[in-house]
């Protein structure tokens, strides 16, 4: 059973950099043809993607959030990260990570989740 | 960008009733690449159906998904005390992914 967990600090400055990371256990984040995405959703509003990335680091990302964004992974330590400049207080959300199947010409829906980490930004 | 529309944004029901909630596109959603995701409070989405039709591992058969084209529909056939959540559409034919606004199911 993939179980993913996100990391990184709950509080962020404005203008910082929000860093988080995804651990993905109970298999290897190289093994099929998934996607390993961000998700993240402001206290009670609906989700907003934030994009993915494959293993051999190809990504995809949302343009509204293009410009601040990098999507990285390591597969060495079986984990992907999530980096926004610039944040403001429009960045305070809970952050998912989430595996993308993949399983059609590298589309596919989000099967797993991780429980989500609360980030709040303020000075 | 497709943008998805929800309705109704509340459903009020009795358990053992039958839920029907709406998901249009703004545009074609390619190869009927449309899931639907239920939320429980202080829990991460999960997912009941892809493609459309198709139902995730585990997610019992009073859960089907149906549409084409621009208009979707996810059917709980008798609403289960588990079954009040809100639930979200998503397309993932297209970058950005897209969500819709969600549909609160609640106890009537």
């Known amino acids: 059973q993939v179980q993913l967990q996100e990391s990184g600090p709950g509080l962020v400055k404005p203008s910082q950099t929000l860093s988080l990371t995804c651990t993905v256990s109970?298999?290897?984040?190289?093994?099929?043809?998934?996607?390993w995405s961000w998700i993240r959703q402001p206290a009670g509003k609906g989700l907003e993607w934030i994009g993915r990335i494959y293993t051999s680091g190809s990504t995809n990302y949302n343009p509204s959030l293009e410009s601040r964004l990098t999507i990285s992974v390591d597969t060495s330590k079986n984990h992907f990260s999530l980096k926004l400049t610039s944040v403001t207080a429009a960045d305070t959300a809970v952050y998912y990570c989430?595996?993308?199947?993949?399983?059609?010409?590298?589309?596919?829906?989000?099967?797993?989740w991780g429980q989500g980490t609360l980030v709040t930004v303020s000075s | 960008e497709i943008v998805l529309t929800q309705s109704p944004g509340t459903l009020s029901l009795s358990p053992g009733e039958r839920a029907t909630l709406s998901c249009r596109a703004s545009q074609s959603v390619s190869s009927s690449y449309l899931a639907w995701y239920q939320q429980k409070p202080g829990q991460a989405p999960r997912l009941l159906i892809f493609?459309?039709?198709r139902r995730a591992t585990g997610i019992p058969d009073r859960f089907s998904g149906s549409g084409s084209g621009t208009d979707f529909t996810l059917t709980i056939s008798r609403l289960e005390p588990e079954d009040f959540a809100v639930y979200y559409c998503?397309?993932?034919?297209?970058?950005?992914?897209?969500f819709g606004p969600g549909t609160k199911v609640d106890i009537k």
């Open positions: 998503q397309q993932y034919g297209s970058t950005p992914r897209t």
């Open positions: 493609g459309t039709s």
């Open positions: 109970g298999g290897s984040i190289n093994t099929g043809n998934y996607y």
């Open positions: 989430a595996r993308d199947l993949g399983y059609s010409y590298g589309r596919g829906p989000l099967d797993y």
